[in-house]
């Protein structure tokens, strides 16, 4: 597989501002490349640390064009993995973000062991 197969639940843009924040542990240890595409992420983070390009119906109203961060096509070259290693792991913590906001669980990230 190439392409993160995406459920479209919203959730990763739900809590974007708490990844973004200095003091979050995913923040702290993140690559440089990784650090510096956050500092210039180009969209305000809502109060409730939500993006703010994130549509009432869970959708990305920039997502044609947005920011190489929010892009799964290139998060693997920046983190230096697989794609298949990238897709294993994005799965398990999409999965925690789902469970954790209670959502339906159509939207748990499924992910052959074949990957």
Same mark, same amino acid.
């Given at each position: ?24 542990? +995913?923040?702290? %240890?993140? $690559? ?12 305000? !983070? @809502?109060?409730? &640390? ?28 920046? +983190?230096?993995? %697989?794609? $298949? ?12 973000? !789902? @469970?954790?906001? &209670? ?13």
């Amino acid at each position: 597989m190439t392409d993160f197969p995406c459920t479209s639940c919203g959730q990763c843009c739900r809590v974007i501002g708490e990844y973004f924040d200095h003091s979050h542990s +995913n923040y702290k %240890s993140a $690559s440089l490349a990784v650090k510096t595409l956050i500092d210039s992420f180009p969209y305000d !983070i @809502n109060p409730d &640390n939500s993006c703010s390009m994130l549509s009432e119906d869970g959708l990305c109203t920039v997502y044609e064009n947005r920011p190489i961060i929010c892009n799964t096509k290139f998060a693997p070259q920046l +983190n230096h993995m %697989s794609q $298949s290693q990238f897709n294993q792991l994005m799965a398990q913590h999409c999965n925690i973000l !789902i @469970n954790a906001a &209670n959502l339906d669980p159509k939207y748990l990230v499924q992910i052959s062991e074949a990957e």
